[in-house]
């Protein structure tokens, strides 16, 4: 029987678990030869009873010492082999999927990608005709523009991209709130702010030379305005006509722009 099967029966045998096997015939192979070297210490002092129980005791563990030292040589030669093995096993997976990626990869371009330009050219000529009927539609609200433009009497037609492609104005906007402000003599008003500590710091007095200086100024409530939004014409969608339809296969006709 051979020391794998010995050791591991019908577990599997992989190189992790021949190392841990090493692991434990070194850790017993070096407690032998701790017990060995131990069996015989103070020799000199033995009578011919006791050397002789050390020198059997000696040989117990050189025994053990020995079936350590030779299960680890196994061990080691099947952890080589066992590693070796593994890598080569890997390989040949390695190898496999690499054959079926390239076969998978070799069907999407020869049928799923056949199948996926067809749907392409089937929907680029449907929004072909879109594109075109949309062009149609500005040529002439373009045209219909141009001759009323010099009647007064007649609404020109707004067009497409601005009806529908294009995003709301943002409207300029004022923000009111009652807040405590300082007033000033002449009525000016400024936002009371407040200090560190949470006082309201009170703006200096302003001076003139003729009055001399102007009342302090009185902290009240009152309505300002707190955020201004400016005016921001709203964005337009990208224009169609940066639109590109190739054909789908080779020698095929472009869908859009139309030749």
């Known amino acids: 029987m051979s020391i794998l099967k010995s050791l591991f029966g019908k577990k599997p045998i992989t190189s992790t678990n021949i190392a841990a096997e090493i692991e434990k015939a070194r850790a017993e192979h070096d407690a032998a030869l701790t017990k060995r070297g131990a069996a015989l ?23 053990a010492a020995d079936r350590a030292a030779a299960r680890l040589d196994d061990l080691e030669k099947a952890h080589a082999e066992a590693l070796a093995a593994e890598a080569e096993a890997e390989r040949i997976a390695s190898e496999h999927r690499l054959r079926d990626r390239v076969e998978a990869a ?23 005709n879109i594109l075109s009927r949309l062009e ?25 991209d601005a009806v529908h492609r294009k995003h709301p104005d943002r409207q300029a906007s004022v ?4 807040r405590l402000c300082w007033v000033a003599h002449d009525g000016h008003v400024t936002e009371a702010q407040k200090d560190a500590d949470g006082g309201f710091i009170r703006p200096p007095r302003t001076f003139d030379r003729a009055l001399g200086y102007h009342p302090e100024p009185k902290l009240e409530e009152r309505e300002i305005v707190v955020e201004r939004t400016k005016f921001r014409p709203g964005r337009y969608e990208n224009p169609l006509s940066a639109i590109h339809l190739p054909a789908g296969f080779a020698n095929g006709h472009q869908h859009w722009p139309r030749k």
Not at 137 to 155: G, K, L, M, W
Not at 175 to 178: H, L, Q
């Open 41 to 63: 210490a103070g020799l000199g002092l033995m009578d011919d009873a006791a050397h002789q129980k050390a020198e059997a005791e000696y040989e117990l563990h050189r025994r």
């Open 175 to 178: 923000r009111r709130e009652k």
């Open 106 to 128: 070799r069907h999407a371009v020869e049928v799923e990608a056949a199948e996926l330009l067809r749907a392409y050219d089937d929907h680029a000529a449907v929004i072909g």
């Open 136 to 160: 149609a539609i500005h040529d002439e609200t373009s045209a219909v523009n141009e001759i009323v433009r010099r009647r007064p009497d007649i609404d020109g037609v707004v067009g497409v």
